[in-house]
């Protein structure tokens, strides 16, 4: 029998573990097991499964099974431990097991023990644009920046173009026990205000949609820093991110679209943008554990912490007084999603101005996004800590300047914050850089000096 185990790569299309699979002519099952941690909270209180995200990966699994069910499989989805319940599934009913190659040190270590037990493992990687072996000769002597590991990608590698997803005859194999999943409940996302849907159908349609229907590709490199609305991005993370679409497939079909339409910046960019993604999740391969640590890559210890809880509760709930920052923070909350700037003010917020430890921000973001790639999440908090890659060694954003520049009219604030819908952009500047309160809003609890 053969078991494919499912993480975050729930699809058919681009798909090399089916691929395998058929090829062997064994007994099949396809699992995804919840890792019974994620729903245990630390000592925050953050357990890793906020509402949103898990909807959103409840979705993807919903789909990934109603597609598998029509070839006679279904996907089976069990809570617990994964090396524990895969080691038991062995122990009753032996299996070959194909899976995704880890990316977080936690993957690495979760295979290393199902093959202390015995159990043969075959890795497919279908996270990346490029598998270990295209890259590994390009990264002999890893690049100091995401420049220099960009320039070496492009002088002359692409990803692997995808097949056609697999037609399926494999007999179907059942667990031999039961695991049942308990999800969290849902109370602190509002369904409604959601735009995204898990799975990998609504992920292919969504990529359609943005690249040939609506062409938004065009205008990419120019909108890409807007804080609303629906094109200004591709918003195609939380699909690639739980491996609902594939990156090499977006790639690709940008490839095709600028074959079609000619070669610019504006389409460029998102291939470019796609790069920052391969370079994190090629940093973390590399460096492992040590991008979990306060000081990172720092070549100095970064500056001292000190944890003020009512700082951290101000910005976990969205009520620091800085408006843009409990903006974004309240979109969040409730979709699972908010804009690259706006994730970027929020960061810089809590680190550079709460002076809170920036590993924090990265456990709540793990919890809320429903986007969450932990290679992404830890490199851009540790980019913008100092702890990261970064030739400059940190980024501190200036708030009042981002707003005139991001959000001029106030689109963004007044949408997520109702009570602020009279005021005018010199006021919000005066009372979150501590010159003149509103009385209608609370006092910043760490104000934002003009400037900086
Ligand atoms: C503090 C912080 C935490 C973040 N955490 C995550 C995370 O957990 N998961 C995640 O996918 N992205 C994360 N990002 C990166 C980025 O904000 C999101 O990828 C992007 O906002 C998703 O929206 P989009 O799909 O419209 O992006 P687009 O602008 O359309 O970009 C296309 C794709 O490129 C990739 N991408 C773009 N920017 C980045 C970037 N800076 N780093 C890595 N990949 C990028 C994403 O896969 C994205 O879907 C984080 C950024 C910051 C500043």
């Not at 062995?90 to 097991?97: K, N, P, T």
């Not at 591709?234 to 790639?251: D, F, H, T």
Request: hydrophobic share 40%; with cysteine; aromatic share 10%.
């Amino acid at each position: 029998m053969q078991l494919i185990w499912l993480r975050n790569d729930l699809r058919l299309h681009d798909q090399p573990a089916f691929r395998i699979a058929k090829a062997r002519q064994e007994p099949l099952a396809v699992v995804f097991i919840l890792p019974g941690h994620w729903l245990q909270t630390d000592r925050q209180g953050l357990d890793r499964l906020g509402a949103a995200k898990a909807r959103f990966l409840r979705q993807s699994l919903d789909d990934l099974d109603a597609q598998l069910q029509r070839s006679g499989l279904g996907l089976t989805v069990l809570s617990g431990d994964p090396v524990a319940l895969l080691r038991r599934w062995h122990r009753q009913s032996a299996f070959h097991l194909i899976t995704q190659a880890a990316q977080a040190p936690e993957e690495g270590a979760w295979l290393r023990a199902l093959a202390d037990a015995g159990i043969s493992i075959e890795t497919v990687e279908n996270q990346t644009l490029f598998d270990s072996e295209q890259i590994a000769p390009l990264l002999a002597g890893w690049p100091k920046s995401f420049t220099a590991f960009r320039h070496r990608v492009e002088s002359g590698l692409e990803p692997r173009v995808p097949r056609a997803p697999e037609s399926l005859s494999a007999a179907p194999a059942e667990p031999p026990f039961d695991a049942a999943v308990r999800w969290p409940g849902g109370s602190d996302t509002e369904e409604g205000r959601s735009q995204f849907r898990g799975g990998e159908r609504a992920g292919l349609e969504r990529l359609d949609d943005y690249l040939w229907r609506r062409r938004a590709l065009d205008h990419y490199r120019d909108s890409r820093n807007q804080l609303i609305g629906r094109d200004f991005a591709s918003q195609l993370s939380p699909w690639l991110a739980w491996g609902c679409l594939s990156v090499r497939e977006v790639w690709h079909q940008i490839r095709r679209y600028e074959a079609r339409y000619g070669e610019d910046e504006q389409r460029y960019w998102l291939r470019f943008e796609l790069l920052w993604r391969e370079f994190f999740h090629c940093s973390m391969r590399h460096y492992g554990r040590l991008l979990f640590r306060r000081d990172g890559l720092a070549a100095r210890p970064l500056p001292e912490t000190r944890f003020q809880a009512s700082y951290w509760h101000a910005w976990c709930q969205g009520r620091t007084g800085v408006p843009m920052v409990d903006a974004g923070l309240r979109e969040l909350t409730a979709t699972g999603y908010c804009s690259n700037r706006l994730r970027q003010n929020l960061a810089s917020y809590l680190i550079h101005q709460l002076g809170l430890d920036w590993r924090l921000g990265a456990r709540f973001f793990e919890r809320h996004l429903i986007d969450f790639d932990v290679a992404s999440n830890q490199g851009n908090w540790a980019y913008i800590a100092g702890a990261g890659q970064d030739p400059r060694q940190g980024r501190r954003f200036d708030l009042n300047w981002q707003l005139r520049r991001y959000d001029p009219a106030l689109m963004h604030i007044r949408h997520w914050l109702p009570e602020l819908a009279d005021i005018d952009i010199e006021s919000i500047i005066a009372h979150q850089s501590g010159r003149r309160l509103l009385s209608c809003y609370p006092a910043p609890v760490v104000s934002v000096p003009e400037g900086g």
